[in-house]
């Protein structure tokens, strides 16, 4: 502990720069290795400076700190051999990892799939998995860290299973690419109930890879579900200034899907609902709403935002002996499967350039 605070006194004493550029992202070696050096951010707002005994630690500028070392964990979580501590305005630290590029796909291979479902459904989880982590480098190149490890990216842990390992290295060569030739921000969810949506629906300008209905997950009959609860509460969360008199009005749009709700003059898109009772309660886009004397019924089918890859859809599929090059073909129609004869490294060079 005694570390702890010597190392909060350094921080106390120096001032806070306010646009911090990683020094040791100089042109040179990194623009011609993307792979190298996605930076990971592990943990966000951590109230005190986090201490990771056995680490060696370089002040790199007045509010960064690298810690460096093998075997380094914190909190129980596995970090990289290089990290950095930073300190924000706000007084909180975050830690970001230093992770190489295909540890990085294969440990997210590793956390939003089951690793007991075949290969062939994880390399196309690899593919996915690597493509929307290009855009995010992308968008991303001047800041800090590229991506988040939970939700708001893709959840991420490092991970020694070989079965993710391989579906990486297998898919060594494999990106999306939109009809313009970009990487494509490839999304995905866990079960699209027969349909999947276009991206742009869930998120405002979004670029629509197309969509496809799926019989394969529509077999399913465990992906019912169905939302219940008293009309005061639910109308109290809806923070309404009061009452409604009249019942909630449904548009429905997408293949019959409800996408939003309207009473009085407030207007709530379902993704808003979702945020309001909980993205595991309203589990994708419903089917049907009730409204009755003392409760709100939501009945729906599949879970998740529904746009891009399905990935129940995708177990079905490879189980019957499709390839992951056919199953993305399908989640994606409007998006282009880069062939095995390109080098990644050269789409790297062009379209991407690190700070
Ligand atoms: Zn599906």
Redesign the pocket.
């Known amino acids: 502990m005694k570390t702890a605070a010597l190392i909060l006194i350094f921080f106390v004493q120096t001032s806070f720069a306010q646009n911090p550029v990683l020094s040791s992202q100089s042109s040179s070696s990194a623009a011609s290795n993307v792979f190298s050096s996605v930076r990971i951010r592990l943990f966000k707002d951590l109230e005190q400076f986090p201490v990771v005994y056995g680490s060696k630690m370089k002040s790199i500028s007045d509010n960064m700190v690298i810690l460096e070392g093998q075997k380094l964990t914190f909190q129980n979580k596995i970090l990289s051999t290089k990290n950095f501590v930073v300190k924000k305005p706000n007084h909180k630290y975050d830690l970001i990892a230093v992770v190489d590029f295909n540890t990085y796909v294969a440990g997210v291979v590793s956390k939003e799939m089951p690793l007991s479902w075949p290969l062939e459904a994880l390399k196309a989880q690899a593919v996915i998995a690597r493509s929307y982590a290009l855009t995010k480098i992308q968008e991303r190149q001047n800041k800090i860290f590229h991506l988040d490890n939970d939700q708001m990216d893709q959840v991420f842990a490092f991970t020694n299973s070989e079965k993710a390992k391989k579906a990486v290295v297998l898919t060594d060569q494999v990106i999306l690419k939109d009809s313009k030739n970009r990487i494509l921000k490839a999304f995905y969810h866990s079960?699209?109930?027969?349909q999947?949506v276009p991206a742009s629906q869930i998120w405002k300008g979004a670029y629509d890879a197309g969509t496809a209905t799926?019989p394969?997950?529509?077999q399913r009959k465990s992906n019912e579900w169905t939302y219940e609860l008293s009309k005061d509460d639910f109308y109290q969360r809806l923070r309404l200034s009061e009452r409604p008199e009249d019942k909630l009005e449904v548009s429905e749009d997408f293949k019959k899907r409800i996408q939003s709700f309207k009473v009085a003059n407030a207007f709530f898109p379902v993704q808003k609902l979702r945020e309001i009772f909980g993205f595991s309660e309203i589990r994708n886009s419903p089917l049907t709403f009730e409204e009755n004397q003392n409760l709100v019924v939501f009945k729906g089918k599949?879970y998740g935002h529904g746009a891009g890859l399905?990935q129940?859809?995708t177990l079905a599929q490879v189980k019957i002996g499709r390839s992951y090059l056919q199953v993305l073909e399908h989640y994606y129609p409007n998006a282009n499967i880069t062939n095995s004869a390109m080098k990644l490294s050269q789409v790297m060079m062009k379209d991407l350039v690190f700070n």
């Open positions: 079960d699209c109930g027969g999947t799926d394969w997950c529509q599949g399905c129940w859809g």
